[in-house]
């Protein structure tokens, strides 16, 4: 069977270099959102980059830089400490396109999203709410249901990020 070969598929690659070890894992303990990316046909995309921002529990967008651990020897990433909650991580799809993150709570209600995938030109931002919120009350319910993570049991969300189609997720402009 003959495989595509870089040359004959189009990128960027995300898959390579930028995810590391742990990168869905911002906090221990806390929730769990997970979910999946879909094209406009409503195909899983196996080969997206999600990368997440947000407050911890408080509000607070501080945050703790330099979490990640290299390796003392060759400088590979090891992955985060596990201790401290740094409000960003990132995370590639499966094959089935599916994504899952680790986190706290966000004191202020949502977690920030920024989609890279195969045929974008230019990533995605968009926001996972856990709950109600201000923003969401001045979009009609057909759209404000494309933000909002359902609880599947205690402490698990899901969301998925669908990027066109009759499903298509509300995508922020920032410019």
């Not at 906090?27 to 995309?45: E, K, R, T």
């Not at 992955?79 to 396109?97: A, E, I, M, N, S």
């Not at 966000?106 to 045929?119: K, L, M, Q």
Request: hydrophobic residues 35%.
């Amino acid at each position: 069977m003959n495989h595509p070969t870089p040359s004959q598929t189009v990128g960027p690659f995300y898959g390579y270099a930028l995810p590391f070890p742990g990168g869905g894992d911002l906090a221990s303990g806390g929730i769990g959102v997970h979910g999946h990316v879909y094209d406009g046909a409503g195909d899983p995309v196996p080969d997206a980059l999600l990368e997440f921002w947000q407050a911890d529990e408080h509000g607070s967008l501080a945050g703790s830089p330099g979490t990640l651990r290299r390796d003392p020897t060759d400088g590979s990433v090891l992955g985060r400490d596990g201790l401290r909650f740094t409000g960003f991580g990132r995370v590639p799809t499966d094959q089935d396109g599916h994504w899952a993150l680790r986190t706290v709570v966000p004191g202020n209600g949502y977690i920030s999203v920024c989609v890279f995938a195969r045929g974008l030109l230019h990533h995605l931002y968009t926001r996972i709410y856990l709950g109600p919120d201000a923003f969401l009350d001045a979009l009609p319910a057909q759209r404000r249901r494309t933000l909002v993570a359902t609880p599947e049991r205690e402490g698990v969300y899901r969301f998925d990020i669908h990027l066109q189609g009759e499903k298509e997720t509300v995508f922020l402009d920032f410019g």
